[in-house]
């Protein structure tokens, strides 16, 4: 794989290039010139070696537009058409002229994620990191002391009530036995409906006992169909055989699963799915997986985001947190200070601080540990700003890869809010030397 070749065609020989039209000190073209893009070709060039076909697109294309993508918090669609209106997104992804059509299509984002994998996207974290370094923003030793929490990155699904996943339940096996060419002999395409909303209205007037019995009913129907589906299997064979088995297995975990159960299904397209508690009033139950974050004590740069399939217990993510730290950053961590939620964990080589911890807590490792719940606002601008308020990336790999580009759209915001305020203050200092003695002379 290779960057098509940027010999200028007959009709640029006398255009400008556009970089002679714009402003070189806008905070984007600084942050280009900043992040080292030959160590992403070339991460992005192994994970792509085919030698047939036309040439790939452009690594820093794609980089340049996931960046964009999770710092401004865009859809695959957004982004890929705000790059055609906005000369400087051009000049931060390589372009050397101005283009008025779109440089890929959207869906090839999604190829690309799975192209390049977690170790793929974790270099794009990497970047950034070392971005912030040339930038001055981080200091080398500032990568040695580290602040780690977790969080719930929910995924993109609806609440799930029975209700809710019997009926769409029935609706995949119906639609699964028209695609197969299997009779059923009924579906139920209008009482189940009708059931599922009747479900709703008596949950809404708190009458349990009516609505637990057409639950049930709905059960029975959802169930009919399953069973009727089974005894026509044998007829499916090939590639049709492995999706309808995979249906119906998923289908059967519904049927059987009861509120109090452990390892409910909660999705049907997306088994993964955990339910998990933090304690939070406002929302008791989120719908997602655990990510471990891991940030500088003091700048509040993202040094490693990593999902936690299974919700394991807070300080049994800590030592995974920490190597993927010290890989991304190139140093060792010295020092993490955490929450109360990591007791009874120790990392080898590391100290560890916890919050409330006063044994042998001089005034400088105090001020450390208060320090520690500055990744709170952390966590929470990347679920309001960036996109970890809700995932819309299919499977565990899809859970990884989400957690690490949003600590990487972290990184770019902080990054260019940094070259946006000097900016401006060269501009004030600029229009203090200039205009001084002309206000002076009035």
Same mark, same amino acid.
């Given at each position: 794989?290779?960057?098509?070749?940027?010999?200028?065609?007959?009709?640029?020989?006398f255009?400008q290039?556009l970089?002679e039209?714009i402003?070189?000190k806008?905070?984007?073209?600084r %942050? +280009?010139d900043l992040?080292?893009w030959?160590?992403?070709e070339a991460?992005?060039?192994?994970?792509?070696?085919s030698? !047939?076909?036309r040439?790939?697109?452009?690594?820093?294309?794609?980089?340049?537009?996931?960046?964009?993508?999770? +710092?401004?918090?865009?859809?695959d669609?957004?982004?890929v #058409? /705000?790059w055609v209106?906005n000369?400087y997104?051009?000049?931060?992804?390589?372009e050397?002229y101005?283009?008025?059509?779109p440089?890929?299509?959207?869906?090839s %984002?999604?190829?690309?994620?799975?192209?390049l994998?977690?170790?793929g996207i974790?270099?794009l974290?990497?970047a950034?990191?070392t971005?912030?370094q040339?930038?001055?923003?981080?200091?080398k030793s500032?990568?040695?002391t *580290?602040i780690?929490?977790?969080?719930?990155?929910?995924?993109?699904?609806?609440?799930?009530?029975?209700?809710?996943l019997l009926?769409?339940?029935?609706?995949? %096996?119906?639609?699964?036995?028209g695609?197969?060419?299997?009779?059923?002999?009924?579906?139920?395409?209008?009482? +189940?409906?009708?059931l599922?909303?009747?479900?709703g209205?008596?949950?809404?007037a708190r009458q349990?006992? !009516?609505?637990?019995k057409?639950?049930?009913?709905?059960?029975?129907?959802?169930g009919?169909? #399953?069973?009727?589906?089974?005894r026509?299997?044998?007829?499916v064979?090939?590639?049709?055989r =492995?999706?309808?088995?995979?249906?119906?297995?998923?289908?059967? !975990?519904?049927?059987?699963q009861?509120?109090k159960?452990?390892?409910?299904l909660y999705?049907?397209h997306?088994?993964?799915?955990?339910c998990?508690?933090?304690?939070?009033?406002?929302?008791p139950?989120e719908? /997602?997986?655990k990510?471990?974050?891991?940030?500088?004590?003091?700048?509040?740069?993202?040094? /490693?985001?990593?999902?936690?399939p299974?919700?394991?217990?807070?300080?049994?993510?800590?030592?995974?947190?920490?190597?993927?730290?010290?890989i991304?950053g190139?140093?060792?961590?010295?020092?993490a200070?955490?929450?109360r939620?990591?007791?009874?964990?120790?990392?080898p080589?590391?100290r560890?601080?916890?919050?409330?911890q006063?044994?042998? *807590?001089?005034?400088?490792?105090?001020?450390? =540990?208060?320090?520690?719940?500055?990744?709170?606002p952390?966590?929470?601008?990347?679920?309001s700003?960036?996109?970890?308020?809700?995932? #819309?990336l299919?499977g565990?790999l899809?859970d990884?890869?989400? +957690?690490?580009?949003c /600590?990487?759209?972290?990184?770019?915001?902080?990054?260019?809010r940094r070259?946006?305020?000097?900016?401006?203050?060269?501009? =004030?200092?600029?229009?203090?030397? =200039?205009g001084?003695?002309?206000?002076?002379?009035?």
């Open positions: 794989m290779g960057p098509k070749p940027m010999t200028p065609a007959s009709g640029e020989l255009r290039t970089r039209q402003n070189l806008h905070p984007l073209v %942050l +280009a992040i080292d030959n160590r992403i991460v992005c060039a192994t994970c792509f070696a030698r !047939r076909g040439p790939a697109t452009a690594p820093r294309l794609i980089a340049g537009l996931l960046y964009l993508q999770h +710092a401004l918090d865009l859809s669609e957004d982004v #058409w /705000g209106e000369p997104w051009q000049v931060f992804t390589g050397t101005l283009q008025i059509e440089p890929i299509d959207p869906s %984002l999604t190829r690309w994620r799975q192209r994998g977690e170790e974790e270099e974290l990497a950034t990191i971005a912030a040339r930038s001055g923003a981080v200091r500032s990568l040695k *580290v780690v929490d977790t969080t719930v990155m929910p995924k993109a699904v609806a609440h799930p009530t029975d209700s809710r009926e769409r339940s029935r609706e995949h %096996l119906v639609r699964a036995a695609q197969c060419g299997l009779k059923l002999r009924q579906n139920y395409n209008r009482e +189940a409906p009708r599922a909303r009747q479900i209205r008596y949950a809404h349990f006992k !009516r609505m637990n057409t639950l049930r009913t709905l059960r029975s129907r959802v009919r169909v #399953w069973r009727d589906m089974d026509q299997r044998d007829r064979t090939g590639t049709d =492995i999706k309808l088995d995979d249906l119906m297995a998923r289908t059967q !975990r519904i049927l059987a009861r509120p159960d452990k390892h409910k999705a049907l997306a088994p993964e799915v955990e998990i508690s933090k304690g939070k009033a406002r929302t139950y719908f /997602g997986v990510v471990s974050i891991t940030t500088t004590l003091k700048e509040g740069f993202v040094l /490693g985001a990593r999902s936690m299974g919700n394991p217990y807070d300080g049994h993510t800590l030592p995974e947190a920490l190597e993927q730290a010290a991304l190139d140093t060792a961590i010295e020092t200070v955490v929450d939620g990591y007791r009874g964990v120790e990392v080589g590391t560890i601080l916890r919050s409330g006063r044994r042998g *807590v001089t005034k400088g490792l105090k001020a450390m =540990i208060k320090r520690r719940s500055a990744i709170e952390t966590i929470g601008h990347m679920k700003d960036g996109k970890l308020g809700r995932n #819309w299919k565990r899809g990884a890869l989400h +957690a690490i580009l /600590g990487a759209g972290h990184n770019i915001r902080l990054l260019l070259l946006r305020r000097f900016y401006v203050y060269v501009l =004030i200092l600029m229009v203090g030397v =200039i001084g003695p002309r206000l002076s002379a009035v």
